[in-house]
């Protein structure tokens, strides 16, 4: 089958475009006939090695979406084959102690498709049976390879994590961000009010077409937890869903109200941030990470996609000859939502 993979880590020149072994199903398994998967700053890392030192050569793509094209026999499903599906690409192992306890979000021995298994930037790819849930018949595979990461790791952070809340006033970071572009449409769908941010007038407009109740350009405004005060009649607000990291940690700090949520789940640009903890002490806050995803919170996630409610924002489209470009693109950051992989 054809496949993008790579045999050493790298630029974007690494990336092979070639011929790989077609996948053989496991028991328990269902392959899956590749339509579309999306990329995420995950495959940058682990393309570089900066987050993988795993065997090699490795297919990338961690998002998925496709029709069934075979069952193991042994597989305890309800799908068909020719089934249309996206994938959880987190794999459990069902076995250890915080699997059997319910926990699986905190499997000691889970892996990721696409990273630590062959992933979906090929014609074909396997998953565990229960990894795979149908998507709408009117959702097109390009949209559905754009949920499910972004998707689970949003509605994680702020339903699980965060207990976003109807009269919440939130502050969401990178609106142009898949993570973030989630982030609005889940915030609306509650019912809370969005602040959102964005460092083009473009980006600020689309999100505004998703829901985002008011927008700061954090290019034009840096000291944006100033806006924020405005915005909130000086109080702040009562949650921050950050996936930058540290060049606006303190600031997130500066914007929550007294016991206020900070939620985080990504560090793109940094990891380390000095803390004034007085801050922290004086109001005080809450602050979470984003941590593991479960089986059952991406179940409940696919529940409201097929009500209707949550849509995969596609930013830009390429075919697969064309994932290194696509990966320039995602570096460069001059898309809104997802950049998808037709297969």
């Keep these: 089958m054809k496949a993008v993979f790579i045999n050493q880590h790298g630029g974007p020149e690494q990336l092979v475009y070639g011929d790989r072994p077609d996948p053989e199903v496991a028991p328990g398994e269902v392959m899956v006939r590749v339509r579309a998967s999306a990329l995420n700053h995950l495959d940058l890392n682990l393309r570089s090695g900066?987050?993988?030192?795993?065997?090699?050569?490795?297919?990338?793509?961690?998002?998925?979406?496709?029709?069934?094209?075979?069952?193991?026999?042994?597989?305890?499903?309800?799908?068909?084959?020719?089934?249309?599906?996206?994938?959880?690409?987190?794999?459990?192992?069902?076995?250890?102690?915080?699997?059997?306890?319910?926990?699986?979000?905190?499997?000691?021995?889970?892996?990721?498709?696409?990273?630590?298994?062959?992933?979906?930037?090929?014609?074909?790819?396997?998953?565990?049976?229960?990894?795979?849930?149908?998507?709408?018949?009117?959702?097109?595979?390009?949209?559905?390879?754009?949920?499910?990461?972004?998707?689970?790791?949003?509605?994680?952070?702020?339903?699980?994590?965060?207990?976003?809340?109807?009269?919440?006033?939130?502050?969401?970071?990178?609106?142009?961000?898949?993570?973030?572009?989630?982030?609005?449409?889940?915030?609306?769908?509650?019912?809370?009010?969005?602040?959102?941010?964005?460092?083009?007038?473009?980006?600020?407009?689309?999100?505004?077409?998703?829901?985002?109740?008011?927008v700061i350009n954090y290019r034009e405004v840096p000291d944006f937890s100033r806006r924020v005060r405005e915005l909130t009649d000086g109080k702040g607000v009562d949650l921050v869903f950050d996936c930058v990291g540290a060049d606006v940690w303190e600031e997130n700090l500066l914007c929550l109200k007294p016991g206020g949520r900070l939620v985080i789940t990504g560090v793109t640009s940094g990891a380390r941030a000095n803390i004034d903890l007085s801050i922290l002490q004086g109001r005080p806050l809450h602050l979470m990470g984003s941590g593991g995803r479960s089986q059952r919170t991406f179940a409940d996630m696919m529940k409201v996609v097929h009500h209707g409610a949550l849509h995969g924002i596609v930013g830009r489209v390429f075919p697969l000859q064309g994932v290194p470009e696509a990966h320039r693109t995602l570096e460069a950051r001059d898309f809104f939502g997802k950049i998808v992989i037709e297969s």
């Design 50 to 214: 900066r987050t993988y030192r795993g065997t090699l050569p490795r297919i990338m793509g961690c998002d998925i979406a496709g029709e069934v094209a075979a069952i193991s026999p042994s597989a305890q499903t309800d799908l068909k084959t020719g089934d249309r599906v996206l994938l959880n690409n987190r794999v459990m192992c069902g076995t250890c102690e915080n699997c059997r306890l319910g926990l699986d979000q905190y499997c000691a021995n889970q892996k990721r498709i696409g990273v630590d298994l062959d992933g979906g930037h090929a014609e074909y790819v396997t998953a565990p049976a229960g990894n795979a849930h149908k998507v709408p018949d009117s959702m097109e595979f390009t949209e559905a390879a754009a949920l499910p990461i972004v998707g689970h790791t949003a509605w994680h952070c702020l339903i699980t994590q965060a207990q976003v809340r109807p009269w919440d006033d939130v502050l969401i970071q990178a609106a142009g961000s898949g993570v973030g572009s989630m982030g609005i449409q889940i915030a609306k769908m509650i019912g809370a009010r969005v602040i959102t941010t964005a460092g083009s007038e473009w980006k600020l407009e689309k999100a505004r077409q998703l829901g985002a109740d008011e």
